[in-house]
């Protein structure tokens, strides 16, 4: 059974940092990609990050570029969401997902992941 959990969220004030984790198991690490997602209240999700394992490429959201750096440890098969300078507009649940055929050009489709990790509240305060 494919788990993804989630941890690291909080509540920080603008210009802040938090590191988000998810941690994988049940799957072959190597053969996924990692996305993570956020909804804030009232909106859709949307894509955030997303890393291919296999080759290591990423991709961010424009929003985020310069700000957030996503990241994994082989070892314990975690991906991770590095969020530095964060902003009230970043407030948000961020979910992390895996998919293991995913084409670079729909990381941001969150009907294309397969796995889904819990919920994990981001708050950044003015």
């Known amino acids: 059974e494919v788990q993804l959990q989630a941890s690291g969220g909080g509540l920080v004030q603008a210009g802040g940092s938090l590191r988000l984790s998810c941690a994988a198991s049940g799957l072959t690490f190597d053969d996924y990609a990692f996305g993570w997602f956020r909804q804030a209240p009232g909106k859709e999700r949307e894509g955030v990050s997303c890393i291919s394992i296999s080759d290591g490429n990423t991709y961010y959201a424009d929003s985020v570029k310069g700000r957030f750096t996503i990241s994994i440890n082989n070892a314990k098969s975690t991906v991770y969401l590095q969020m530095n300078n964060l902003q009230p507009e970043d407030t948000a649940v961020y979910y992390c997902?895996?998919?293991?055929?995913?084409?670079?050009?729909?990381?941001?489709?969150?009907?294309?992941?397969?796995?889904w990790g819990q919920g994990i509240l981001v708050t950044v305060s003015s």
């Open positions: 997902a895996t998919a293991q055929w995913l084409l670079p050009s729909l990381w941001m489709l969150d009907v294309e992941y397969d796995y």
